[in-house]
């Protein structure tokens, strides 16, 4: 292949060897390279949101990181944010009672993104929810179910913590 | 999308950095990627090789020193941020970089980066250009700096030779009491805005101002200090009659027309803005108003 590179990187607590071009992103070498397709790809220039992942613990768009980029370090997408394949996450529980999610496209982004943000900010006003949601696009649901999602996510893990 | 063929480097050091760009042809410099990666994946930039700064040692952190923060070129927006010095120290430029895209863009966007991509939009360049800052750049012969108004060469092209890259800026401090205000107008929360404006000021024993910085971004190819407003307030009572006045010259800028909004539209925000923003660093000025709260 030409100029390609051997990267070494952990994804979901499991690490990961590949052989990869250096002009692969991240959100194509983790869906076609891992098969982990959770991660969804909307604008694929930065500005829906939907490919967000966490990387080192922070939230980026993986649509705009180079794989290579991402050798030896650590990146966590919406797959692993379940604490087991049987059970969800208080963030994921919230979103499925206050219908947080229609189609599901944005879900993926929302998700980590509020992840980031609710260990940050774990009891923040619907302002900050909004704020902190404002660069993920939904088309479906209008956003209301999503903040009052993350606001009920947000008692639920204070009073049960991870 | 797929970004056209390049060759990739990722060097360790500043050196390296600069062997590379001296011996490689239609080089791109990686930093947080939140520009040139769409540039690349839309294939507006189509470079051979892309050197990645980002493993480079040294190049983020934020400090004091002599009067001025010291901030390196690949230190991240969200750094800046949560940065408890640039909160206190530089409050203009934390009530600034709030407004610069959305969390996971700060995690990823570095001041050299955006001064570097010199978007006349950008917050941090306007606040670049309100406070002076100084660009420090390595190339062959060493480091030189570069003040901030000798910066725009032209419209996103910043007076950096092809063998040179950023490693640092500097900020000068003003007095800790000084009223300041980043204001700015955009269609949707984190776009760029159409027109911005930064004001700030320092008053003498008396109240008035003996110092005075007003800036307006997004209205011209970069952004402009607005000068015969900063000479306007200068040892004179401070009105909201005085602010309407002086912020009427806004009305002559050589405004960009696009697609965005018309020349004739960005010079009406500039007036308005700048006019905002002096209204909200005099009530600041001398600490009557509290700092923006961190979040």
């Known amino acids: 292949m030409p100029h390609s590179r051997n990267i070494a990187l952990t994804v979901n607590g499991e ?3 590949r052989e990869v071009e250096v002009r692969l992103m991240l959100a194509d070498f983790l869906r076609h390279h891992l098969g982990l397709t959770g991660t ?5 220039h930065g ?5 967000t992942i966490l990387l080192d613990g922070r939230s980026a768009r993986s649509c705009l990181l180079l794989a290579v980029q991402c050798d030896g370090h650590d990146v966590m997408t919406v797959e692993g944010i379940a604490p087991s394949a049987d059970a969800l996450h208080p963030l994921q529980e919230a979103f499925r009672d206050h219908h947080g999610l229609q ?11 509020l992840i980031e943000f609710l260990r940050e900010n774990p009891d923040p006003t619907e302002e900050e929810v909004r704020i902190a949601i404002s660069g993920n696009l939904c088309r479906c649901t209008g956003y209301q179910g999503i903040v009052a999602a993350a606001l009920d996510a947000a008692k639920r893990m204070q009073a049960a913590p991870a | 999308m797929k970004p056209p063929p390049f060759e990739y480097h990722d060097p360790r050091t500043e050196a390296e950095v600069v062997g590379l760009l001296a011996r490689l042809d239609n080089a791109k410099l990686l930093a947080g990627g939140q520009s040139l990666m769409p540039m690349l994946n839309m294939r507006y930039v189509l470079p051979d090789h892309v050197i990645d700064l980002n493993r480079v040692e040294g190049l983020s952190y934020i400090r004091e020193a002599e009067g001025a923060l010291e901030i390196g070129a690949l230190t991240r927006q969200r750094d800046l941020e949560f940065s408890d010095l640039v909160r206190t120290r530089c409050p203009l430029m934390h009530e600034a970089v709030r407004q610069v895209g959305h969390r996971q863009t700060r995690n990823r966007g570095t001041i050299g980066g955006s001064l570097g991509h010199l978007d006349p939009a950008a917050e941090l360049v306007t606040v670049a250009t309100a406070l002076d800052a100084i660009v420090t750049v390595a190339g062959p012969t060493g480091r030189r700096e570069v003040p901030f108004a000798e910066f725009p060469a032209g419209f996103m092209m910043p007076s950096i030779a092809l063998d040179e890259f950023i490693t640092a800026v ?15 107008f955009a269609r949707r929360h984190g776009d760029f805005a159409i027109v911005s404006a930064a ?12 110092r005075a910085s007003v800036t307006i971004g997004g209205a011209t190819i970069a952004p402009q200090r607005m000068r015969d407003i900063e000479q306007g307030l200068v040892g004179q009572t401070l009105s909201q009659q005085l602010f309407r006045d002086l912020c009427e010259s806004c009305r002559a800028l050589e405004a960009i027309d696009d697609i965005h909004a018309p020349a004739a539209y960005r010079q009406h925000l500039a007036v308005v803005l700048s006019r905002r923003a002096l209204q909200a660093a005099h009530a600041r000025l001398n600490g009557t108003a509290v700092l923006p709260k961190r979040h």
């Open chain 1, 15 to 17: 690490r990961y060897e």
């Open chain 1, 40 to 44: 969804h790809l909307g604008c694929e």
């Open chain 1, 47 to 51: 500005v829906c949101g939907a490919c």
């Open chain 1, 103 to 113: 189609c599901g496209f944005c879900t993926p982004g929302m998700l980590t993104t």
């Open chain 2, 170 to 184: 500097r900020i000068p401090l003003w007095r800790s009491d000084h009223g300041f205000a980043f204001v700015e």
């Open chain 2, 199 to 210: 004001a700030m000021l320092e008053a003498d024993g008396s109240g008035r101002p003996a």
